[in-house]
């Protein structure tokens, strides 16, 4: 899909190289806004932000002193950079939680704190977080991922409130299990925390949950999250949109 209705906008989209980050890119670009990629990975960052003319930004997000002053000139965010560990909580290692809420739940709060007063000067601005269904339920040996997610909510709807006098809306992106390097990593370490082989952990985990027995794919995501963005997304603040094959119906 191409149409112009981001024309003159720029977004910013945080773990943009890969997975939903570079769908999402790739979705808003092709509606005519300026994307800015921000990645750990400075080659993976330029070679994305070079395919839809956009420009890159190396960063590490869990550097959250580096962030506390920053000042972000857009007019769309997409905090979706994460990562994942699988562990029992007794297990957990404490450098590994407090690394997963930094990148997941920190960060954006910062990275949303340097651009609301630009937003807000124009009284335009689309924040889009992508959260999970783990946001909305929780799973076993997730514990970092779940706490980070749900504490994502309640930004996202805090900010949905204050943004609303100043034109700007808030909400998250929750889907199931998406086709993408994140959920790629996880398989090894649900089959060794589950005791099974790898081949049955997408049938047997996974999806248990899901109506529809596939994994979300990425391109699906970045077209929600576009639409989000987008003017006829006006009204939708504070939401919370589920990608989940029905596990939520439930």
Aim: hydrophobic content about 45%; proline content about 4%; charged content about 20%.
């Amino acid at each position: 899909m191409s149409d112009s209705t981001l024309k003159d906008k720029k977004a910013l989209v945080t773990g943009g190289a890969s997975g939903i980050g570079a769908a999402a890119v790739r979705a808003l670009a092709q509606r005519g806004a300026h994307v800015i990629v921000a990645d750990i990975d400075p080659q993976a960052a330029e070679a994305m932000a070079q395919e839809v003319g956009g420009e890159a930004w190396a960063v590490d997000l869990t550097d959250t002193a580096a962030l506390a002053d920053l000042s972000l000139d857009v007019d769309v965010l997409v905090n979706n950079a994460g990562i994942q560990k699988v562990a029992a909580v007794q297990d957990f290692d404490p450098a590994d939680f407090h690394r997963i809420l930094t990148l997941m739940l920190e960060s954006p709060f910062l990275l949303i704190r340097a651009a609301l007063p630009h937003m807000y000067e124009r009284e335009w601005g689309r924040i889009i977080n992508v959260s999970s269904i783990h946001g909305l339920r929780a799973s076993a040996f997730k514990s970092a991922y779940v706490a980070a997610k749900h504490g994502l909510e309640g930004l996202s709807k805090t900010v949905a409130l204050e943004g609303a006098p100043h034109g700007v809306t808030s909400n998250c992106v929750n889907p199931s299990y998406v086709r993408t390097p994140l959920v790629d990593k996880q398989i090894k370490d649900q089959a060794a925390t589950h005791g099974i082989p790898e081949d049955e952990v997408v049938e047997k985990i996974m999806l248990t949950e899901s109506a529809i027995k596939r994994l979300v794919e990425p391109e699906e995501v970045g077209e929600l999250i576009a639409f989000l963005a987008g003017p006829s997304a006006g009204m939708v603040t504070g939401a919370a949109y589920t990608m989940d094959g029905g596990w939520t119906a439930s």
